[in-house]
C-alpha cells in the first residue's frame, strides 16, 4: 500500500467521525421536508420525500406530534407544530434585524406607555414575534406567535397593503366579505394601518409598515389600547410618533426611499 506524505495527509478532506443518533437524523430530515412545504403533509407525501416506509413514518410523526414539532390537522394530515414555531421565533429573536425591531418596539412603547409588538410575515401569515404590556394593560390575548387576521386587524391591513398580492391571495380568499383593494387605498393613504373595534370590539390599534433595505416590507409595528383611552386618530400624536419610529428603524436596517 502506497504511503501518504505528510502534505497529503493535511490536505485530505475532514470526516466527521463522530456518531450521531441515526433516529434523530431522521426525525430532522422529516421536519426538513415540512420547511419546504408550504401545504400540509399526509403520511404518503413524508414517505415519498424522505424514503422511508409509511409505517417507519407514522411512528415517528407520533414522537413528533406529542413533543408539539408537528400537529395533525382535522384532515389527518400533518403541519409545523407550536413547538417548532417557538424554537423558529427564538432563533429570529437572534438576528440583528429583529434585535433591532425589538429594541425599536420596545422603546416605542416606554414613550408612549402604549402596548407595542412587532410582526413579520411567516408561512401562517403576520405573526407576532415579540410583544411589549403597555403601562395600561390590555387585557386580550396577545402573545409572540399568534398569527393576526389580514382583514379585520391594524397589522394585517400593513401585510395586505404593502407585501406582495402572490403572498396574501390565499389569507384574502378566505374572507369573501372584505373590501381588498378599499382597505389598501385607504392604509397606503394614511401611511398606516388602523381599526377602531374592528377585530375586538374595544380596542384600537394603529400599525405602521418597517421596509429592508431593498424596499421590501420586513415588519410591522403596533400599538394598541382600549378604546376609551388610546388615541387612534391618524392625525394624533401617536399616529406621528409611530410613523417616526418605523421610519427610523427601516432607515436602521438600509431603506432609502
Known amino acids: 500500500m502506497k504511503k501518504l506524505t505528510t502534505s497529503q495527509v493535511q490536505d485530505a478532506p475532514k470526516v466527521d467521525a463522530r ?6 437524523d431522521r426525525a430532522f430530515d422529516m421536519l ?3 420547511e419546504h412545504s408550504e401545504q400540509p403533509l399526509g403520511v404518503k407525501d413524508i414517505s415519498e420525500a424522505t424514503g422511508m416506509t409509511p409505517s417507519q413514518v407514522h411512528h415517528y410523526l407520533v414522537s413528533l406530534t ?3 414539532a408537528i400537529a395533525q390537522r382535522p384532515d389527518g394530515r ?21 434585535e433591532r425591531a425589538v429594541q425599536a418596539a420596545r422603546a416605542l412603547r416606554d414613550e408612549t406607555g402604549e402596548a ?9 401569515g403576520a405573526t407576532i414575534i415579540r410583544y411589549f404590556e403597555g403601562f395600561r394593560p390590555v387585557t386580550v390575548e396577545i402573545r409572540a406567535g399568534l398569527t393576526m387576521p389580514l382583514i379585520g386587524s391594524a397589522t394585517g391591513h400593513v401585510f395586505l397593503t404593502w407585501l406582495n398580492e402572490q403572498a396574501t391571495a390565499e389569507f384574502v380568499s378566505n374572507d369573501t366579505g372584505a373590501d381588498a383593494e378599499a382597505i389598501k387605498c385607504a392604509t397606503k393613504a394614511a401611511g398606516l394601518g388602523h381599526v ?15 421596509f429592508d433595505r431593498d424596499g421590501r416590507l420586513a415588519f410591522s409595528m403596533t400599538t394598541l389600547g382600549w378604546i376609551d383611552a388610546f388615541d387612534d386618530s391618524l ?15 427601516s432607515t436602521a436596517l438600509g431603506y432609502a426611499p
Open 66 to 68: 406529542r413533543s408539539g
Open 78 to 98: 400533518y403541519e409545523l407544530g407550536v413547538l417548532t414555531l417557538q424554537l423558529g421565533l427564538a432563533a429570529l429573536r437572534r438576528l440583528e434585524p429583529v
Open 196 to 210: 377602531h373595534g374592528d377585530l375586538l370590539p374595544r380596542i384600537s390599534a394603529l400599525s405602521a409598515p418597517v
Open 32 to 34: 426538513g421536508v415540512f
Open 235 to 249: 392625525d394624533g400624536t401617536l399616529a406621528h410618533r409611530l410613523r417616526a419610529a418605523s421610519s427610523d428603524l
Open 19 to 24: 456518531k450521531g443518533v441515526q433516529s434523530v
Open 116 to 124: 407595542t409588538f412587532i410582526a413579520l410575515w411567516g408561512s401562517h
